[in-house]
């Protein structure tokens, strides 16, 4: 899903909301977590997951196209987790598809 198929669902299910305040909302939210992340912040989103940033060292890597050692810097990484209620939405979709998910529910 890209951000524009984000607004269009939000907006759809919330027809009392304009499209471009929706389109606001969206953009604040991303804009916060993107500015908390570059201070360095932990981002958790409960029941979804959380975002942090981690440090990747500098190293020596290789060009592919000419063999040649090149350096490359030290950078910041974001990394995410997800929570436990979206591995387990994640893994019921997969079981789902299997078949098994219809007997692990009759099963409970």
């Known amino acids: 899903m890209i951000r524009s198929e984000l607004v269009a669902r939000i907006a759809a299910q919330n027809p009392h909301l304009y499209a471009k305040d929706v389109e606001a909302v969206v953009d604040a939210i991303l ?3 993107t500015e908390a ?3 360095g912040d932990r981002v958790e989103l409960r029941d979804f997951g959380t975002f942090a940033t981690k440090e990747r060292r500098a190293r020596t890597g290789r060009n592919p196209r ?3 050692s090149v350096a490359v810097a ?3 990484a974001i990394q995410f987790k997800p929570g436990k209620t979206l591995r387990a939405r994640l893994n019921l979709r997969l079981e789902d598809q299997d078949g098994e998910a219809g007997r ?3 099963a409970s």
Do not use: E, T, V, W
Request: proline content about 0%; cysteine-free; charged content about 35%.
């Open 104 to 106: 692990l529910l009759r």
């Open 66 to 68: 000419s063999g040649q």
């Open 37 to 39: 992340l570059a201070d």
């Open 31 to 33: 804009d916060r977590i």
């Open 74 to 76: 030290a950078k910041q």
